[in-house]
């Protein structure tokens, strides 16, 4: 059998270009026993994805990608065949051999740092492309940092970076919804109207527009209690002279990082932790796999409920992948950047538990 699949063509020279990948044709591993052939049907798109394109990977992480190696990435699928125990042909699965059409995946394997490891989901109650997103690694995260992570507090004032991306737009709602004051920022003023308008956040504002800790000294003249960090950097800096004292941060992501030809400058301000006795805790959500049951029983009521959406940027085909990565690494999606594959159901049409609100927007 053979199957499309993107594989890293050159290390990018600065910013990542679709040049940078190729879509070819493969040969798929015959299945061995313990293992299951599966026909992806939605890939996930994943700003992670790009610090393993250099050289090297930051440390402590997963191996930079190889010249030539099929990229890795969270997906779901169907299975096609089995030789493990416990699944079988027509089971609907996520695991972590994305980025091409056919995968033979290991029953046993860990997967991608702790998550992706070969799990059934139930696709009549969800969408399965729900699993990637709301109730997925993406909806852990943005749970997990704030109830396990950040430790939310009554009365608490939040501020959430990149608050139209996947896990911050999560993050923003879940902490508004559970009675939090909630801050969102964005990159551009389309941005900010659907966090404003919208998903009814307190205060929203675009970062580009002026100095970040003037403009949330503005907003939260008496401080902030969590800072809830997808960007890093002068994000950061800006929390931790806005943090009130005993404030926290949860460090989910860096995204203003990820795609630079150096790393941008850190904090010049960290004496701040001292002097305020923050506590600064970084974490993956492949941390708390022991713990999805909580979280997609509190996500899931929510999303049955209309109350808890998640905006979906959808590509169409394996051959869109690369684009569908620049254009996330961009600021170009809106919600969950996902690419439906062969077979998958219509991305264009939201799942029946979806509100009138959630944006599909198919590319």
Known sequence: MIGQAVILAARPKGHVSTSDFDVVMTTVPALQPGHVLVRNTWLSIDPSVRLRLGDASPRGYLPAFEAGQILEGLCVGEIVESRAAGFAPGDTVMHAHGYREYAVVDADSGGLAGAGRLTRVNPSEHHPKDYLGLLGNTGMAAWAGLVLVAQLREGDVVWVSAAAGAVGSIAARLARLRGHTVIGSAGSPEKVARLRDEFHLSAAFDYHTGDLTDTLEAIAPEGIDVYFDNVGGDHLEAALNVLRPGGRVAMCGAIADYDRDSPAAGPSNLFQ?????????????????????????????????????????VYTGIESAPAALVDLLNGRSLGKTLCRLTGAPDAGHPSPRRDQHARATVR
């Open 273 to 313: 932790v001292v002097s305020k006795s923050l506590t600064l805790r970084g974490f993956r959500s492949g941390e708390f796999t022991h713990r999805f049951g909580e979280m997609r029983d509190e996500l899931g009521a929510r999303l049955a409920a209309g109350d808890l959406t998640l905006d979906e940027t």
